[in-house]
């Protein structure tokens, strides 16, 4: 989870492969009317986000062995919306960054929708999951390389410790 940029598709990727897990690209249950939205440069409202998130949550009810999916999910009350369609236990990865870095990754993204503009507005909005159970934070300046180890680690530690299984 978090704002746009800050690598949840390319994380997401990497843990779905290691865990052996399907992978869903939250943001291809959008429908088109937010894509065009946010494509035009105007946030997302929370009406706008409520039936994508419930989309997400149907997939997350659904994932008999566990599933990783990469979420936005900025608002505490979007997280656990998410929490409680869920099938279980819901670990969330929250990909953390200060705007020059994300700035700085949206740069290096092609044929998205999501225009560079729009991320104040994400920063705007995002509620920190930090404190909230089953969060890991990564910091999105450190080399994916290492954010998808550390954040596979605390999967399976957080796993095994909390009998999640």
Known sequence: MGVSGSGKSTVGEKLASALNLPFLEGDSL???ANVDKMASGIPLQDEDRWPWLDKIGERLATAENGIIVSCSSLKKSYRDRLRNAS????????LDGN???????????????MPVAM????????????????VFRADVADPIEKIVAASL???QVTVQADNLL
Do not use: I
């Open 153 to 155: 680690n605390w999967v």
């Open 119 to 134: 991320l104040e507005s994400q920063l705007a909005t995002l509620e920190s999951p930090v404190g909230e159970p089953l």
């Open 30 to 32: 959008h429908p088109k």
């Open 87 to 94: 099938r279980g236990p819901l670990l969330f990865v929250f």
């Open 99 to 113: 705007f020059d870095v994300l700035y700085e990754h949206m740069g290096h993204r092609t044929g998205h929708f």
